[in-house]
């Protein structure tokens, strides 16, 4: 009987052949982190460790039983299930898109001089340190199934130890909902709307949450435990059973979209985006909401800045409700009264302004 998974190193993994196969990797299927996550010093550590000989963690490829076609990319042959970032960044160094440190050290030959050389340069002046880098073996494991949850379930467990955020850790528990999460955080409002960066999943943590707050029909917790439990609650079920909830939560982007500008600076925070999506949510059936409008919105973000300055000057003259709007947007933004206060504040204040 074959076994459900087979594990086994590749063959051939050098640098530069994994290189050369770089069209035929998939780097983002569904269970992985966002790429373009290391930082500029790490990257250049990376390309340190593989100069000087130093141990590199395993990657893991998925190998497909069946060539696969994404885009305009034909001919896929695995997915990267751990290892994304390692070879984004060897990629990367062979692209020119970043040099070696400036305290690269070749502990072989102290001679050397390469800090702050780019890969293109190594040619010219070290052409046997490029040689040495290009020839080096990455330990790429291929990891042979057909079950996807398993392959979810190993990206999950080898990242056990990583410091993967909640976004993360839920996108690999896969499931018709996780799949419905990242649907939503493709849609417009998320790529030209918001003004805060997609860094770490940023769009599928919000847009999680206004799956489940639609989901329960009322405003509730959106704490990471239930979160978690709402995505893999539906981990088992047909993708069918979350086309309503897309559906409707795509209605009310389409909505925000035509009021909020690019890159609106009224969507700076998530916190925000959660508020703004329940008034439209809840009030689109409400006489006045057909005169809810962006400049409407800025009176009320205007109302709570001047509320503000005068609380700096004199307390006793501020109105509290709006002060309390403004603690409770940075503190405890995910429970539930904190979530019901604001949005009662700024539905009754929206009323008045529109």
Not at 54 to 77: C, M, S, T, V, W
Not at 154 to 183: I, Q
Not at 216 to 233: A, G, M, Q, R
């Given at each position: 009987?074959?076994?459900?998974?087979?594990?086994y190193?590749?063959?051939?993994?050098?640098?530069?052949?994994?290189h050369?196969?770089?069209?035929?990797?998939?780097?983002?299927?569904?269970?992985?982190?966002?790429?373009?996550?290391w930082?500029?010093?790490?990257?250049q550590?990376?390309?340190?460790?593989v100069?000087?000989?130093?141990d590199?963690?395993?990657?893991y490829?998925?190998?497909?039983?069946?060539?696969?076609?994404?885009?305009?990319?034909?001919?896929?042959e695995?997915?990267?299930?751990?290892g994304?970032q390692?070879?984004?960044?060897?990629?990367?160094?062979?692209a020119g898109?970043f040099?070696?440190a400036?305290?690269?050290?070749?502990?072989?030959?102290?001679?050397v001089k390469?800090?702050g050389?780019?890969?293109?340069?190594?040619?010219?002046?070290?052409?046997?340190?490029?040689?040495?880098?290009?020839?080096?073996?990455l330990?790429?494991y291929?990891?042979?199934t057909?079950?996807t949850?398993?392959?979810?379930?190993?990206?999950?467990?080898?990242?056990e130890?990583?410091?993967?955020?909640?976004?993360?850790?839920?996108?690999?528990?896969?499931?018709?909902m996780?799949?419905?999460?990242?649907?939503?955080?493709?849609?417009?409002?998320?790529?030209s709307s918001?003004?805060?960066?997609?860094?770490?999943?940023?769009?599928?943590?919000?847009?999680?949450?206004?799956l489940?707050?639609?989901?329960?029909?009322?405003?509730?917790?959106?704490?990471?435990?239930?979160?978690?439990?709402?995505?893999?609650?539906?981990?088992?079920?047909?993708?069918?059973?979350?086309?309503?909830?897309?559906?409707k939560?795509?209605?009310?982007?389409?909505?925000?979209?035509?009021?909020f500008?690019?890159?609106d600076?009224?969507?700076?925070s998530q916190?925000?985006?959660?508020?703004?999506?329940?008034?439209?949510?809840?009030?689109?059936?409400e006489?006045?909401?057909?005169k809810?409008?962006r400049?409407?919105l800025l009176k009320?973000d205007?109302?709570?800045?001047?509320n503000?300055a005068?609380?700096?000057q004199?307390?006793?003259?501020?109105?509290?409700?709006?002060?309390?709007?403004?603690?409770?947007s940075?503190?405890?933004t995910?429970?539930q009264?904190s979530?019901k206060?604001?949005?009662?504040?700024?539905?009754?204040?929206?009323?008045e302004?529109?």
């Amino acid at each position: 009987m074959k076994p459900p998974i087979n594990i086994y190193p590749m063959a051939d993994s050098a640098v530069l052949w994994i290189h050369a196969k770089k069209n035929n990797i998939e780097v983002d299927p569904p269970y992985q982190r966002e790429g373009d996550v290391w930082t500029l010093e790490k990257r250049q550590l990376l390309i340190d460790s593989v100069l000087n000989g130093f141990d590199i963690p395993k990657l893991y490829f998925h190998r497909f039983a069946r060539l696969k076609e994404k885009g305009n990319q034909k001919a896929i042959e695995y997915a990267i299930i751990d290892g994304r970032q390692r070879l984004e960044a060897i990629w990367g160094f062979v692209a020119g898109k970043f040099p070696l440190a400036d305290d690269f050290s070749y502990f072989e030959d102290p001679t050397v001089k390469a800090e702050g050389l780019y890969y293109a340069d190594l040619a010219k002046e070290y052409p046997s340190l490029k040689m040495k880098f290009d020839v080096r073996t990455l330990p790429v494991y291929v990891v042979e199934t057909e079950d996807t949850e398993l392959i979810e379930e190993m990206f999950s467990r080898l990242n056990e130890a990583v410091p993967l955020n909640a976004a993360e850790k839920r996108n690999a528990f896969g499931g018709a909902m996780a799949k419905a999460v990242r649907e939503i955080a493709q849609h417009k409002f998320f790529q030209s709307s918001v003004a805060f960066t997609n860094k770490r999943y940023q769009h599928r943590e919000v847009a999680v949450k206004y799956l489940y707050l639609l989901y329960k029909n009322e405003i509730v917790d959106t704490k990471k435990v239930y979160l978690d439990y709402f995505v893999k609650e539906f981990k088992k079920k047909s993708p069918k059973t979350v086309t309503p909830y897309t559906s409707k939560v795509t209605n009310v982007l389409n909505d925000m979209v035509k009021v909020f500008s690019v890159a609106d600076t009224l969507l700076r925070s998530q916190s925000m985006a959660v508020i703004y999506y329940l008034i439209f949510k809840n009030c689109s059936s409400e006489k006045w909401f057909n005169k809810l409008s962006r400049k409407t919105l800025l009176k009320f973000d205007d109302l709570r800045l001047e509320n503000r300055a005068t609380a700096e000057q004199d307390i006793s003259k501020a109105k509290y409700d709006l002060l309390e709007f403004d603690r409770l947007s940075v503190q405890g933004t995910n429970d539930q009264l904190s979530l019901k206060y604001r949005y009662d504040i700024m539905h009754h204040y929206l009323q008045e302004l529109a």
